[in-house]
Protein backbone atom coordinates (compact mmCIF):
# COMPACT_ATOMS: atom_id res chain seq x y z
CA UNK A 1 0.00 0.00 0.00
CA UNK A 2 1.54 3.41 -1.11
CA UNK A 3 1.60 6.19 1.75
CA UNK A 4 -0.88 8.35 -0.14
CA UNK A 5 -3.43 5.44 0.29
CA UNK A 6 -3.03 5.02 4.05
CA UNK A 7 -6.15 6.29 6.13
CA UNK A 8 -4.16 7.36 9.73
CA UNK A 9 -5.95 7.12 12.89
CA UNK A 10 -7.32 10.15 15.05
CA UNK A 11 -4.14 11.73 16.07
CA UNK A 12 -3.28 14.85 18.23
CA UNK A 13 -1.63 17.73 17.09
CA UNK A 14 1.66 18.91 18.05
CA UNK A 15 3.30 21.80 17.08
CA UNK A 16 6.50 23.26 17.28
CA UNK A 17 7.78 26.60 17.09
CA UNK A 18 10.71 27.83 15.77
CA UNK A 19 13.40 27.77 18.34
CA UNK A 20 13.33 30.88 20.25
CA UNK A 21 9.76 32.29 19.07
CA UNK A 22 7.28 33.06 22.10
CA UNK A 23 3.72 31.52 21.92
CA UNK A 24 2.57 34.37 23.58
CA UNK A 25 -0.11 37.50 22.81
CA UNK A 26 2.98 39.06 23.36
CA UNK A 27 4.27 38.91 20.42
CA UNK A 28 4.14 40.41 17.03
CA UNK A 29 4.58 37.25 14.87
CA UNK A 30 2.13 35.47 12.80
CA UNK A 31 2.91 31.76 13.28
CA UNK A 32 2.41 32.10 17.07
CA UNK A 33 -1.25 33.67 15.70
CA UNK A 34 -1.60 30.69 13.54
CA UNK A 35 -1.33 27.99 15.65
CA UNK A 36 -3.54 29.59 18.39
CA UNK A 37 -6.53 29.91 16.00
CA UNK A 38 -5.61 26.18 14.90
CA UNK A 39 -6.08 25.27 18.18
CA UNK A 40 -8.76 27.43 19.27
CA UNK A 41 -10.86 26.35 15.92
CA UNK A 42 -10.73 22.67 16.55
CA UNK A 43 -14.16 20.96 17.61
CA UNK A 44 -15.12 19.52 20.61
CA UNK A 45 -14.22 15.64 19.49
CA UNK A 46 -10.88 16.89 18.04
CA UNK A 47 -7.97 14.97 19.97
CA UNK A 48 -5.85 17.56 22.14
CA UNK A 49 -3.35 20.00 21.02
CA UNK A 50 0.12 20.38 22.22
CA UNK A 51 2.78 23.10 21.27
CA UNK A 52 6.43 22.68 21.82
CA UNK A 53 8.35 26.29 23.36
CA UNK A 54 12.09 26.58 24.40
CA UNK A 55 12.13 27.06 28.22
CA UNK A 56 12.58 31.18 28.90
CA UNK A 57 10.36 32.92 26.15
CA UNK A 58 7.54 35.00 27.41
CA UNK A 59 5.92 32.72 30.25
CA UNK A 60 1.94 34.44 29.47
CA UNK A 61 1.22 31.83 27.18
CA UNK A 62 -2.27 31.45 24.27
CA UNK A 63 -4.45 28.91 26.14
CA UNK A 64 -6.28 26.02 25.17
CA UNK A 65 -3.23 23.77 24.12
CA UNK A 66 -0.72 22.04 26.07
CA UNK A 67 2.86 23.75 26.60
CA UNK A 68 5.81 21.20 26.14
CA UNK A 69 8.92 23.38 27.22
CA UNK A 70 12.60 21.93 26.50
CA UNK A 71 16.21 23.84 27.22
CA UNK A 72 16.84 25.52 24.11
CA UNK A 73 20.12 24.47 22.74
CA UNK A 74 22.50 27.69 22.73
CA UNK A 75 23.49 29.22 18.96
CA UNK A 76 26.97 28.22 17.43
CA UNK A 77 27.64 31.31 14.87
CA UNK A 78 29.47 29.56 12.96
CA UNK A 79 26.93 26.72 12.27
CA UNK A 80 25.42 29.18 9.73
CA UNK A 81 28.12 29.16 7.60
CA UNK A 82 28.83 25.03 7.67
CA UNK A 83 25.48 24.76 7.35
CA UNK A 84 25.40 26.68 3.80
CA UNK A 85 28.49 25.39 2.47
CA UNK A 86 26.81 21.41 3.40
CA UNK A 87 23.40 22.61 1.64
CA UNK A 88 25.36 24.10 -1.59
CA UNK A 89 26.51 19.98 -1.95
CA UNK A 90 23.37 18.54 -0.73
CA UNK A 91 24.35 17.58 2.83
CA UNK A 92 22.65 17.72 6.11
CA UNK A 93 22.56 21.11 8.01
CA UNK A 94 23.53 19.89 11.06
CA UNK A 95 23.90 23.04 12.46
CA UNK A 96 19.92 23.31 11.92
CA UNK A 97 19.53 19.96 13.42
CA UNK A 98 20.61 20.38 16.18
CA UNK A 99 18.66 23.21 17.55
CA UNK A 100 15.89 21.38 16.00
CA UNK A 101 16.99 18.25 17.95
CA UNK A 102 16.06 19.43 21.27
CA UNK A 103 12.34 20.09 20.50
CA UNK A 104 11.46 16.30 19.51
CA UNK A 105 13.65 15.12 22.45
CA UNK A 106 10.94 14.04 24.28
CA UNK A 107 8.67 12.66 21.27
CA UNK A 108 9.06 8.59 22.68
CA UNK A 109 6.35 9.58 25.17
CA UNK A 110 4.19 11.73 23.36
CA UNK A 111 1.10 9.33 22.06
CA UNK A 112 1.21 9.06 17.98
CA UNK A 113 0.70 12.88 16.37
CA UNK A 114 0.55 14.72 13.75
CA UNK A 115 4.03 16.68 14.63
CA UNK A 116 4.04 20.30 12.63
CA UNK A 117 7.18 21.99 11.56
CA UNK A 118 6.52 25.34 11.57
CA UNK A 119 8.85 26.97 9.02
CA UNK A 120 11.29 24.54 9.86
CA UNK A 121 11.96 21.80 6.73
CA UNK A 122 15.23 20.37 9.26
CA UNK A 123 12.75 19.58 11.72
CA UNK A 124 10.98 16.63 9.75
CA UNK A 125 13.70 14.86 9.32
CA UNK A 126 14.32 14.52 12.82
CA UNK A 127 10.90 13.32 13.78
CA UNK A 128 9.67 9.59 14.40
CA UNK A 129 7.73 9.05 11.36
CA UNK A 130 7.04 5.13 12.66
CA UNK A 131 5.52 6.67 15.64
CA UNK A 132 4.42 10.29 14.61
CA UNK A 133 3.69 12.16 11.14
CA UNK A 134 6.03 14.98 10.00
CA UNK A 135 4.17 17.70 8.53
CA UNK A 136 6.07 20.63 7.04
CA UNK A 137 3.09 23.74 7.79
CA UNK A 138 4.77 26.33 5.73
CA UNK A 139 4.15 29.91 6.34
CA UNK A 140 6.59 31.97 3.45
CA UNK A 141 9.03 30.58 0.87
CA UNK A 142 11.10 28.18 2.48
CA UNK A 143 13.04 26.02 0.06
CA UNK A 144 14.96 28.18 -2.35
CA UNK A 145 18.02 27.57 -0.93
CA UNK A 146 17.35 23.43 -1.63
CA UNK A 147 18.17 21.30 -4.35
CA UNK A 148 15.92 18.49 -5.32
CA UNK A 149 18.76 16.15 -4.01
CA UNK A 150 18.42 17.79 -0.27
CA UNK A 151 14.69 18.61 -0.23
CA UNK A 152 14.51 14.39 -0.95
CA UNK A 153 16.55 13.57 1.56
CA UNK A 154 15.36 16.07 4.21
CA UNK A 155 11.20 15.60 3.11
CA UNK A 156 11.41 12.33 2.42
CA UNK A 157 9.15 11.24 5.19
CA UNK A 158 6.90 14.05 5.71
CA UNK A 159 3.02 13.83 5.41
CA UNK A 160 1.84 16.71 3.81
CA UNK A 161 3.44 20.44 3.00
CA UNK A 162 0.79 23.11 4.08
CA UNK A 163 0.91 25.82 2.64
CA UNK A 164 -1.17 29.18 3.79
CA UNK A 165 -2.04 30.18 0.22
CA UNK A 166 -2.66 28.90 -3.41
CA UNK A 167 0.42 31.08 -4.22
CA UNK A 168 2.37 29.60 -1.84
CA UNK A 169 2.18 26.49 -2.96
CA UNK A 170 2.44 26.93 -6.74
CA UNK A 171 6.15 28.53 -5.94
CA UNK A 172 6.48 25.47 -3.11
CA UNK A 173 5.64 22.91 -5.25
CA UNK A 174 8.13 24.30 -8.17
CA UNK A 175 10.98 23.98 -6.21
CA UNK A 176 10.21 20.14 -5.26
CA UNK A 177 11.41 16.90 -6.83
CA UNK A 178 8.59 15.32 -8.47
CA UNK A 179 8.21 13.14 -5.78
CA UNK A 180 6.99 15.22 -3.42
CA UNK A 181 4.80 17.79 -5.12
CA UNK A 182 1.83 15.29 -4.41
CA UNK A 183 1.82 16.09 -1.12
CA UNK A 184 1.30 19.99 -1.08
CA UNK A 185 -2.19 20.87 0.26
CA UNK A 186 -3.69 24.55 0.98
CA UNK A 187 -4.94 25.75 4.23
CA UNK A 188 -5.81 29.32 4.05
CA UNK A 189 -5.54 31.09 7.67
CA UNK A 190 -8.04 31.96 9.49
CA UNK A 191 -9.19 34.79 11.96
CA UNK A 192 -11.39 34.86 15.12
CA UNK A 193 -14.90 35.11 14.39
CA UNK A 194 -16.40 39.05 13.68
CA UNK A 195 -18.89 39.75 16.56
CA UNK A 196 -22.33 40.93 16.37
CA UNK A 197 -21.30 44.45 17.79
CA UNK A 198 -20.13 47.49 15.13
CA UNK A 199 -16.75 48.90 15.48
CA UNK A 200 -16.43 50.85 18.86
CA UNK A 201 -16.09 54.04 17.55
CA UNK A 202 -17.73 54.52 13.83
CA UNK A 203 -16.61 57.32 11.48
CA UNK A 204 -19.80 59.31 12.63
CA UNK A 205 -18.61 59.87 16.24
CA UNK A 206 -15.23 60.96 15.14
CA UNK A 207 -16.76 63.89 13.50
CA UNK A 208 -16.73 62.65 9.79
CA UNK A 209 -12.58 61.65 9.64
CA UNK A 210 -11.68 58.76 7.36
CA UNK A 211 -9.34 56.96 10.31
CA UNK A 212 -7.41 54.71 8.37
CA UNK A 213 -5.10 51.83 10.04
CA UNK A 214 -1.64 50.23 8.92
CA UNK A 215 -0.81 46.79 10.85
CA UNK A 216 2.43 45.47 10.05
CA UNK A 217 6.31 45.36 10.50
CA UNK A 218 7.95 49.00 9.87
CA UNK A 219 10.08 47.68 6.94
CA UNK A 220 10.07 48.75 3.01
CA UNK A 221 8.75 45.74 2.21
CA UNK A 222 5.62 46.48 4.04
CA UNK A 223 4.94 49.20 1.85
CA UNK A 224 4.21 51.84 5.17
CA UNK A 225 5.95 54.68 3.13
CA UNK A 226 3.34 53.54 0.20
CA UNK A 227 0.46 54.75 2.57
CA UNK A 228 1.87 57.86 4.80
CA UNK A 229 2.64 58.95 0.69
CA UNK A 230 -0.90 58.58 -0.05
CA UNK A 231 -2.69 61.01 2.90
CA UNK A 232 0.15 63.13 2.59
CA UNK A 233 -1.15 62.85 -1.38
CA UNK A 234 -4.45 63.66 -0.69
CA UNK A 235 -4.00 66.11 1.81
CA UNK A 236 -7.45 66.42 3.39
CA UNK A 237 -8.31 67.41 7.21
CA UNK A 238 -11.01 64.67 7.16
CA UNK A 239 -8.90 61.79 6.78
CA UNK A 240 -6.58 60.01 9.88
CA UNK A 241 -3.74 57.96 9.66
CA UNK A 242 -2.35 55.09 12.50
CA UNK A 243 0.40 53.00 11.86
CA UNK A 244 0.74 50.41 14.25
CA UNK A 245 4.01 48.60 14.48
CA UNK A 246 7.82 48.58 14.65
CA UNK A 247 10.92 47.21 12.53
CA UNK A 248 10.71 44.71 15.49
CA UNK A 249 8.52 42.92 18.36
CA UNK A 250 10.07 45.02 21.01
CA UNK A 251 8.38 48.66 22.01
CA UNK A 252 11.60 49.48 23.03
CA UNK A 253 13.88 49.27 20.29
CA UNK A 254 15.63 52.45 18.62
CA UNK A 255 13.87 53.96 15.65
CA UNK A 256 15.59 52.74 12.57
CA UNK A 257 16.54 55.11 9.92
CA UNK A 258 13.09 54.04 7.61
CA UNK A 259 11.00 54.65 10.80
CA UNK A 260 12.42 58.13 10.85
CA UNK A 261 12.12 58.90 7.52
CA UNK A 262 8.54 58.19 7.89
CA UNK A 263 7.97 60.62 10.92
CA UNK A 264 9.78 63.25 8.78
CA UNK A 265 7.21 62.75 5.64
CA UNK A 266 3.85 62.56 8.10
CA UNK A 267 4.90 66.00 9.72
CA UNK A 268 3.87 69.26 8.92
CA UNK A 269 0.87 67.95 6.62
CA UNK A 270 -2.97 68.81 7.26
CA UNK A 271 -3.76 64.62 7.97
CA UNK A 272 -2.83 63.67 11.31
CA UNK A 273 -1.38 60.98 11.60
CA UNK A 274 0.22 58.86 14.65
CA UNK A 275 2.94 56.31 15.34
CA UNK A 276 1.98 54.07 17.99
CA UNK A 277 5.46 51.72 17.81
CA UNK A 278 4.92 48.34 18.33
CA UNK A 279 2.20 47.06 20.33
CA UNK A 280 0.83 43.55 21.87
CA UNK A 281 -1.74 41.90 19.79
CA UNK A 282 -5.09 43.09 22.00
CA UNK A 283 -3.82 46.65 21.82
CA UNK A 284 -3.45 46.12 18.03
CA UNK A 285 -7.20 44.49 18.18
CA UNK A 286 -8.72 47.44 19.97
CA UNK A 287 -6.92 50.01 17.38
CA UNK A 288 -8.01 47.97 14.35
CA UNK A 289 -11.78 48.40 16.01
CA UNK A 290 -12.10 51.78 15.70
CA UNK A 291 -10.38 51.57 12.12
CA UNK A 292 -12.79 52.80 8.98
CA UNK A 293 -9.90 51.30 6.52
CA UNK A 294 -7.58 49.07 7.03
CA UNK A 295 -4.93 49.42 4.37
CA UNK A 296 -1.84 46.37 3.66
CA UNK A 297 0.10 48.07 1.25
CA UNK A 298 2.84 45.59 0.62
CA UNK A 299 5.57 45.66 -2.30
CA UNK A 300 6.63 41.94 -1.20
CA UNK A 301 4.39 38.89 -2.23
CA UNK A 302 3.10 37.96 0.93
CA UNK A 303 2.44 34.25 1.01
CA UNK A 304 -1.40 35.59 3.25
CA UNK A 305 -1.59 38.95 5.10
CA UNK A 306 -3.28 37.88 7.90
CA UNK A 307 -3.66 41.56 8.96
CA UNK A 308 -6.35 42.21 6.14
CA UNK A 309 -8.23 39.32 7.50
CA UNK A 310 -8.47 41.04 11.24
CA UNK A 311 -9.17 44.15 9.33
CA UNK A 312 -12.34 42.67 8.18
CA UNK A 313 -13.24 40.69 11.22
CA UNK A 314 -13.02 44.38 13.02
CA UNK A 315 -15.25 45.78 10.58
CA UNK A 316 -13.37 47.97 8.41
CA UNK A 317 -12.58 48.23 4.62
CA UNK A 318 -9.93 46.57 3.56
CA UNK A 319 -7.48 47.94 0.58
CA UNK A 320 -4.47 45.66 0.22
CA UNK A 321 -1.81 45.20 -2.80
CA UNK A 322 -2.78 42.97 -5.78
CA UNK A 323 0.04 40.72 -5.12
CA UNK A 324 1.24 37.19 -3.92
CA UNK A 325 -1.42 35.78 -2.00
CA UNK A 326 -3.08 38.69 -0.50
CA UNK A 327 -6.04 38.35 -3.18
CA UNK A 328 -6.70 35.02 -1.84
CA UNK A 329 -6.59 36.79 1.51
CA UNK A 330 -9.43 39.49 1.07
CA UNK A 331 -11.33 37.21 -1.38
CA UNK A 332 -13.86 39.68 -3.06
CA UNK A 333 -14.38 41.47 -0.39
CA UNK A 334 -11.04 43.42 -0.49
CA UNK A 335 -10.04 46.58 -2.55
CA UNK A 336 -7.11 45.41 -4.49
CA UNK A 337 -4.61 48.43 -5.77
CA UNK A 338 -1.00 47.85 -7.77
CA UNK A 339 1.70 47.63 -5.11
CA UNK A 340 3.74 50.66 -4.44
CA UNK A 341 1.25 52.93 -7.08
CA UNK A 342 0.78 55.85 -4.33
CA UNK A 343 -1.62 58.00 -6.31
CA UNK A 344 -4.10 54.30 -6.93
CA UNK A 345 -4.17 53.90 -3.28
CA UNK A 346 -4.64 57.90 -2.72
CA UNK A 347 -7.60 57.50 -5.07
CA UNK A 348 -9.11 54.38 -3.38
CA UNK A 349 -8.48 56.29 0.11
CA UNK A 350 -10.74 59.39 -1.01
CA UNK A 351 -13.31 57.68 -3.24
CA UNK A 352 -13.81 55.72 0.47
CA UNK A 353 -14.30 59.16 2.33
CA UNK A 354 -16.29 60.62 -0.22
CA UNK A 355 -18.75 57.99 -0.84
CA UNK A 356 -20.53 57.12 2.79
CA UNK A 357 -22.58 54.00 1.41
CA UNK A 358 -19.23 52.19 -1.05
CA UNK A 359 -17.77 52.39 2.50
CA UNK A 360 -20.09 50.79 4.27
CA UNK A 361 -20.14 47.95 1.39
CA UNK A 362 -16.85 46.98 1.68
CA UNK A 363 -17.16 47.10 5.55
CA UNK A 364 -20.11 44.53 5.54
CA UNK A 365 -18.59 42.54 2.52
CA UNK A 366 -15.18 42.37 4.51
CA UNK A 367 -17.44 41.18 7.91
CA UNK A 368 -19.14 38.16 5.58
CA UNK A 369 -15.73 36.97 4.41
CA UNK A 370 -14.06 37.10 7.30
CA UNK A 371 -17.14 35.40 8.99
CA UNK A 372 -16.52 32.36 6.63
CA UNK A 373 -12.64 32.23 6.98
CA UNK A 374 -12.84 32.25 10.89
CA UNK A 375 -10.79 29.64 12.49
CA UNK A 376 -13.31 26.73 12.64
CA UNK A 377 -13.30 27.00 8.74
CA UNK A 378 -9.86 26.85 8.78
CA UNK A 379 -9.06 23.92 11.39
CA UNK A 380 -11.47 22.22 9.64
CA UNK A 381 -9.71 22.61 6.14
CA UNK A 382 -6.59 21.45 8.00
CA UNK A 383 -7.92 18.16 9.43
CA UNK A 384 -9.48 17.48 6.31
CA UNK A 385 -6.16 17.87 4.04
CA UNK A 386 -4.38 15.65 6.93
CA UNK A 387 -6.61 12.85 6.74
CA UNK A 388 -6.56 12.62 2.60
CA UNK A 389 -7.38 16.13 0.66
CA UNK A 390 -4.79 16.31 -1.98
CA UNK A 391 -3.61 19.10 -3.74
CA UNK A 392 -3.78 19.18 -7.62
CA UNK A 393 -2.93 21.42 -10.92
CA UNK A 394 -4.68 23.42 -12.05
CA UNK A 395 -6.37 25.00 -9.07
CA UNK A 396 -5.71 24.21 -5.76
CA UNK A 397 -8.90 23.35 -2.84
CA UNK A 398 -9.93 26.44 -0.99
Not at 181 to 193: C, E, I, M, T
Not at 259 to 275: H, I, K, N, Q
Not at 315 to 342: C, K
Amino acid sequence: MKWSDQTPPERGHVHVLTPGDHYSPRTGSAVPTVVDGLVQGASPSSAPSSVVVARGTYPDRYDGAHVVEYPQASARGWERYTDAAASRVGLPRHGARRAFAATVRDQAAWPPSYVFAHNAPQLVPLVDADRHLPVLYAHNQLLRTYGHRELARTLGPVHRIVCVSAFLADETTALLPPGLRDRVVVVHNGVDAPTGDAPSAGRSERGGALHVVFVGRAIPDKGVDVVVDAVRRLARADVRLTVVGAAGFDAADPLTPYERDLRRRSAGTTVPTTFTGFLPRGEVREVLRTADVVVVPSRWAEPFALTALEGMAAGAAVVASDIGGIPEAVGTAGILVPPGDVAALAETLAALADDESLLVRAQEAGRAHAAEMDWSHARARLDQALGGARAHSPGWPA
